[in-house]
T-cell receptor
Framework: AQSVAQPEDQVNVAEGNPLTVKCTYS??????LFWYVQYPNRGLQFLLK??????LVKGSYGFEAEFNKSQTSFHLKKPSALVSDSALYFC??????????FGAGTRLTVKP | EPEVTQTPSHQVTQMGQEVILRCVPI?????FYWYRQILGQKVEFLVS????????KSEIFDDQFSVERPDGSNFTLKIRSTKLEDSAMYFC???????????FGPGTRLLVL
């Protein structure tokens, strides 16, 4: 069965600094990995995904994520954080089934 | 840009009552899903639906739950006899094909009293 872990409940960064939100996964087959963002009182918005190909995936709003098979990680990154990036970020994994398993979420706070 | 919509945004009900949560998936999508998020907890998969039948369901999706696509646009989740622990945010999602990106609606916040 697939699972995903987000080891940090909260990440705080200063505006303009790089940010990283961590995610590690466990699947029995080939991983399909996703990042979603949830703003207050809003649904989940798709940011990016890794299915196959380049290990560095670029997504919406300047975010990118690096797939590392040896470390079973899929960390979300952005070179320069904005205050408006403050939100709840969820990593999700899917294996050969179609249901997704979400991490517990990481709350990102970007301070001016 | 097309998006998934859900109604109502909020629903308050008494324990034991039936509720129906409604979703309109993106129009060319063929796969539909329900997830829930209990306050402060992770998003949990409930069920997936394709070709007018359930394709997968989790252990949460017991006999109190049912899903239906009553017409060409709506996708509903029914909870037959609500319990206090059903209080959560319920998200609908849809995808164009199997294993494609799932796009989520804004959610329905259900409160069972």
């Amino acid at each position: 069965a697939q699972s995903v872990a987000q080891p940090e409940d909260q990440v705080n960064v200063a505006e303009g600094n790089p940010l990283t939100v961590k995610c590690t996964y466990s699947v029995s087959g080939n991983p399909y990995l996703f990042w979603y963002v949830q703003y207050p009182n809003r649904g989940l918005q798709f940011l990016l995904k890794y299915i196959t190909g380049d290990n560095l995936v670029k997504g919406s709003y300047g975010f990118e994520a690096e797939f590392n098979k040896s470390q079973t990680s899929f960390h979300l990154k952005k070179p320069s954080a904005l205050v408006s990036d403050s939100a709840l970020y969820f990593c999700a994994v899917r294996d050969n089934n179609n249901d997704m398993r979400f991490g517990a979420g990481t709350r990102l706070t970007v301070k001016p | 840009e097309p998006e998934v919509t859900q109604t109502p945004s909020h629903q308050v009900t008494q324990m034991g009552q039936e509720v129906i949560l409604r979703c309109v998936p993106i129009s060319n999508h063929l796969y539909f899903y329900w997830y829930r998020q209990i306050l402060g907890q992770k998003v949990e998969f409930l069920v997936s639906f394709y070709n007018n039948e359930i394709s997968e369901k989790s252990e949460i999706f017991d006999d109190q739950f049912s899903v239906e696509r009553p017409d060409g646009s709506n996708f509903t989740l029914k909870i037959r006899s609500t319990k206090l622990e059903d209080s959560a945010m319920y998200f609908c999602a849809s995808s164009e094909a199997l294993r494609q990106t799932q796009y989520f609606g804004p959610g329905t916040r259900l409160l069972v009293l």
